[in-house]
């Protein structure tokens, strides 16, 4: 490489004057370090009759660096990375779970209150879906960003069946205290 092409290259990749390419370098360096690393979701069978088992979910790729934080009952109770699941054991009762987004995301945060029974299994899906121009997109059919493109979260109780085909490629993540 020449001095004036070196010189060129050290200017354009320079990451204090070019915030930009530190981002993207950033991004690319950690890999899939957004989505979940434990192990692959194992169905446990809820055998206490104190307790209701309950499955908190995210199975989608988008937004792949964006982590939101799982309250319940304005508790932290984990970041729910994609591809990730955490379980809990909980009295009976009613719960409000919510996705608490970070400041600097876009998507408008869920809350949804759940009775739970002891002795029961609850799914708990959580997803990313998505505005434009008043027409609604989930799943896997999110539109490519558009002006006027709204995203916000939706937290919902999914049967066994459904959840478990949902679960299966998602891995584990251990949720923090209560």
Not at 5 to 34: A, D, Q
Not at 39 to 64: G, I, Q, T
């Amino acid at each position: 490489m020449s001095v004036n092409n070196l010189s060129i290259f050290r200017k354009v990749f320079n990451t204090r004057s070019n915030p930009f390419i530190l981002g993207v370098l950033l991004i690319l360096l950690s890999g899939c370090s957004f989505n979940a690393k434990g192990p692959l979701f194992n169905e446990v069978v809820n055998d206490s009759n104190e307790k209701a088992l309950v499955y908190v979910y995210r199975d989608d790729e988008r937004a792949p660096y964006r982590v939101p934080v799982i309250l319940i009952n304005n508790k932290p109770s984990g970041r729910l990375k994609n591809k990730g699941y955490f379980k809990l054991s909980l009295s009976a009762g009613e719960y409000t779970i919510q996705t608490q987004w970070p400041k600097y995301i876009t998507i408008t945060s869920a809350k949804s209150t759940f009775q739970f029974e002891a002795g029961k299994t609850y799914y708990i899906h959580t997803s990313i879906n998505q505005k434009v121009d008043g027409q609604i997109f989930t799943g896997d059919i999110l539109r490519p960003y558009i002006p006027n493109t709204i995203y916000f979260s939706v937290i919902q109780l999914k049967n066994k069946p459904e959840a478990i085909q949902q679960l299966k490629n998602c891995r584990q993540i251990h949720p923090a205290a209560l």
